[in-house]
């Protein structure tokens, strides 16, 4: 799995912190009956609402490989227009057309 080189850093240099921010994910994730896949999908449409180029590449990533096909993906970013606005919308999808050029090149 990718993971940012800034994120690898943090991860070294606050070990505790790191260890309790992923039990929390964790916990989260357990605490109800969404399967993984949607609740990958969920977690983009979020990251697209507050306007994270990495968050929206993590969670498409991850989707991706929770088995979100691309049309479920593009879904998820065009029912960001009419929260979102177009600019945003706009925004996140270049930055999932990114990720998935990157995964079917991989393929």
Known sequence: MYLPQLYRIFSE???EVMKHYKQLGTT???SG???EKTQDLVKLGIAIGNNSRGAVMSHT?????AGA???EIY???ILALTTVGFPKMMA???WVQEVLNKWEDKQ
Request: proline share 9%.
């Open 13 to 15: 240099q606050f070990p």
């Open 28 to 30: 989260c994730r357990s």
């Open 33 to 35: 009956p969404l399967e």
């Open 61 to 65: 990533r991850k989707a991706l490989e």
């Open 69 to 71: 096909t691309k049309d």
């Open 75 to 77: 879904h998820v970013v």
């Open 92 to 94: 996140a999808m270049a």
